[in-house]
């Protein structure tokens, strides 16, 4: 039985995320545990503290809500439902629940309601990949669209820094049968060359995924963030996998300015690995 997690703000973005993840684990036993996380410091309560207790119950109603259109599109007896809501940011609700609760994935929309159109990444999409560890987090744009039996292509891209624990890789080909997918092994570098500790993960890596359809594919003198968007527009790729969590690179790798460049918003799903997954 899987256990997935999903944090909604009850927003489209959120919905779309929960129909994808539906469709993606489709064929298996799953547990969807709907997570909204309240957070006390936007409410000001008066002296009764109703503020809060007003923003609860409110959620409650469109927590009910949700279960009713979840009930009319998800008839799947393999599926079960779970809600949750909490007083706490995010990423601290998903720290704490995460310590009862073993979970497979995380999916949610790359951003919440009230998030500027022109924004990639929402605060909480970019709180959770930075602070969660332990779980992967498949962050869907507004524009995904998951097409059951087509067969696709996932994209892992790898500086060939470090050995994927078994844990990782086990993962990566559990999602890659899920998705009917062939893997990508993308690596940029300014030269042809690899050092001996690289060559020595990227046949690792060739061992490792001796089971599923894969192919190794190198690109030189191009900026790293740039040279992932550009290989996986030019070949329509599925879904984008990374180990990278630091902020900058997040940031950089959907830049205002490179988007621009490259004309064109992501609409690849991605996958966050943990760094102790």
Known sequence: MKNILIPTDFS???????????SLFQNDLCNFYFLNACKPEFYTPDVNGKSLAQAKAKNKVLMDKLFKEVAVINKNP???????????WLNDAIIEIQKDIIFDLIVMGTKGENEPDDKIFGTNSMNVIETVDHMPVLLIPDQSVYVPEVKKEIVLATRFDKSFSIAEINFLIDMTKKFKASIRILYIQDTDNLSE???NRKEELHDYFDEVSHS????????????IHSFIQSRNSDILVLNHKKRGFVKNLFSKSLLKELGKKPETPII?????L
């Open 197 to 199: 500790d690289q060559q």
């Open 216 to 227: 190794f594919h190198t690109l030189t003198n191009i900026e790293v963030t740039k040279g």
């Open 12 to 22: 489209v973005n959120a919905w779309k995320a929960t129909v994808y993840a539906f």
């Open 272 to 276: 966050f690995m943990p760094a102790d």
């Open 78 to 88: 393999n599926h079960r439902f779970k809600s949750l809501i909490v007083e706490s």
